[in-house]
């Protein structure tokens, strides 16, 4: 029987090599950007509206990102980015829910390139990706791709994803 110094130096060996392995394995930047279209496509193709919401970052601007998405804010809570995100996730709720039960096409949102991606000093990134999407009740349609600049706050360290914080303007 191994003595108890031993097996708990073990166990600190094998939990050292653990940890390096992850560190090792750890998704980089551009692996991250990938993910993150692929989880949004999959969010949007399915009407899950929370996923949608759990990809964008607390201090995205939605109004000013979808100026023509007419959601209605009431003026006194404009600066309140809780209560706008709150606002316009409960208005993409109920659009996803018609479309749903209407059985509307769901829009769809594809990353076709990576094109450059960047850490920049402040921790955020940068990644210009070329992507598709079209969604008909919107009237967005960017076919053929386009490339568009996209800033990501990474969040988690051991396992890390992305939630994106502001882009080039898509209508």
């Given at each position: ?86 606002v316009i996730r409960q ?81």
């Amino acid at each position: 029987m191994p003595s108890p110094t031993r097996l708990l130096g073990a166990c600190i060996a094998a939990g050292l090599a653990a940890f390096i392995v992850a560190l090792i394995l750890r998704p980089g930047p551009e692996a991250l950007v990938k993910r993150f279209f692929a989880d949004l496509n999959e969010a949007v193709t399915a009407y899950d509206t929370i996923e949608v919401f759990a990809l964008i970052d607390a201090d995205y601007d939605l109004l000013a990102h979808w100026p023509r998405a007419r959601i209605v804010v009431p003026a006194e809570h404009h600066d309140e980015p809780l209560v706008v995100h709150e606002v316009i996730r409960q208005f993409c709720a109920r659009i996803f829910f018609i479309r749903q039960r209407n059985q509307t096409p769901p829009p769809t949102v594809s990353l076709t390139a990576v094109e450059q991606v960047e850490v920049l000093d402040d921790g955020l990134i940068s990644a210009r990706a070329s992507i598709a999407a079209e969604d008909r009740q919107l009237r967005l349609n960017i076919d053929p791709p386009r490339s568009v600049d996209f800033v990501f706050r990474r969040h988690g360290w051991l396992r890390p994803h992305l939630q994106v914080l502001s882009h080039d303007p898509l209508l």
